[in-house]
């Protein structure tokens, strides 16, 4: 059975980085896409980077352009998060999903397994 856990969360200033991974297990890396989506308090959950399993990455929120960087090691099952210049407004619970696609999906609907989600709080 497919499990995702994330890790690396944590409390940060502004101006910060952190780094989140997703390690994934029942299964291999090497079948997924995998999505990291976050959800802040009060609003929906959004997209907001993929890692496409036939390589390549999609970025789907603006707001983290230039800041953010997905980066996938099929050989340790982990996909990792790294934020750099954050900032309060980055504050969420962050959520690893994988998809069994080329191509990632901004749609949380098909994704097929998640993980628990891990907080990000950027304050001073």
């Known amino acids: 059975q497919l499990q995702l856990a994330e890790s690396g969360g944590g409390l940060v200033q502004p101006g910060g980085s952190l780094r989140l991974s997703c390690r994934v297990s029942?299964?291999?890396?090497?079948?997924?896409?995998i999505g990291w989506f976050r959800q802040a308090p009060g609003k929906e959950r959004e997209a907001v980077l993929c890692?496409?399993?036939?390589?390549?990455?999609?970025n789907y929120a603006d707001s983290v352009k230039g800041r953010f960087t997905i980066r996938r090691d099929n050989a340790e099952n982990t996909v990792s998060l790294e934020m750099d210049s954050l900032k309060p407004e980055d504050t969420a619970i962050y959520y690893c999903?994988?998809?069994?696609?080329?191509?990632?999906?901004?749609?949380?609907?098909?994704?097929?397994?998640w993980g628990q989600g891990t907080q990000v709080t950027v304050s001073s």
């Open positions: 999903a994988a998809i069994k696609e080329y191509y990632c999906s901004r749609y949380a609907e098909g994704y097929e397994a």
């Open positions: 029942g299964s291999t890396l090497d079948y997924y896409s």
């Open positions: 890692s496409n399993l036939i390589g390549g990455s999609r």
